[in-house]
């Protein structure tokens, strides 16, 4: 040991630079890169492109704003298990002597999207979803539940859109800049602040259904999920009408309110806003969404007739003008 230290001493010259380039090894790399982004953040180019492009910075960020209302005010919800409906009424308490050791799946009798279920139903359920998720979840096949599912549909597909939107525009408005790589690798969200947007981690709330087994002694479970995505929603929407149709109701009297209805609007009315003609010709990141002419809640149909294409400005004036105060 003695003789290793009286070596060192001895050395110093040779050791103290190889401990000093090994130190630097590891810290100058991440020390020069800050400095360079200072830099680049207080650079005239930078600078330039901010001033450039602030009112299309301004217009992500109202979008982003606007995209948080819809997820706020919207009801992404549907029908209800049974089985919990009371819950809330009782108070749950597992008193056997064993249960510290068999807490590893406990059944959450509380929660009103899972059914607590036998275990063939769980399976019955992930081969047949909607016949199941209808039985179990109080969906019957009547017209103001349809209505209730297209409308979930609306909400789902206009927050999706609207997330889209924003994620395109943040894509875009990167690429104007042209960042160095090591910008975009290292300081991704710093350049995002430093250019002005706001970021909303926003994603979508789909409804999810769950049928859940869980043995007496909570040894096992088993479960079937089922999330109502615009795919499910679309199945659930047709599903619904073909058995309403089959008891001769008025449903079959109107189109179904789906992705491909929404799809069609925009496309006869040539991707333009009915109120102020701005189109996604003139502007590629335009946000357009599918209006009810007449409103739902004031007896307005899901008819070709009584849907268009409008722009989220014209879209969400009306929606304010419209909706109760
Ligand atoms: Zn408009």
Redesign the pocket.
Known sequence: MIVVLVLLASYWYIVLPIVLVALAGVKLPRLIRDIRKKRYFASEDFLERKAAINSVVDEHNEIAEYTSEIRSRGTFQLGLAATGAHAHLASFDNTSNHNYRRDRNVANYQAQNVHNCSLQVVRNASSDPLKYLMKYFNIKAVEANLSDVEHLGEEVARLEDAVDNLRQRETSITASFNPPAFILKHYADEFMEHVGIELSPISVPYPEYAFEYVSAGGNSSQRTTVTLNTETIDALVETLSQKIRFSQSAAGQRALMTAKLRQFIKTRDRHT??????SLAAEPHLLLEVDHVVPVSKGGMSTPENLQA??????RTKSNKVAPV
């Open positions: 806003c009915r109120y102020c003609s701005v409008l722009c989220w400005r014209c879209n």
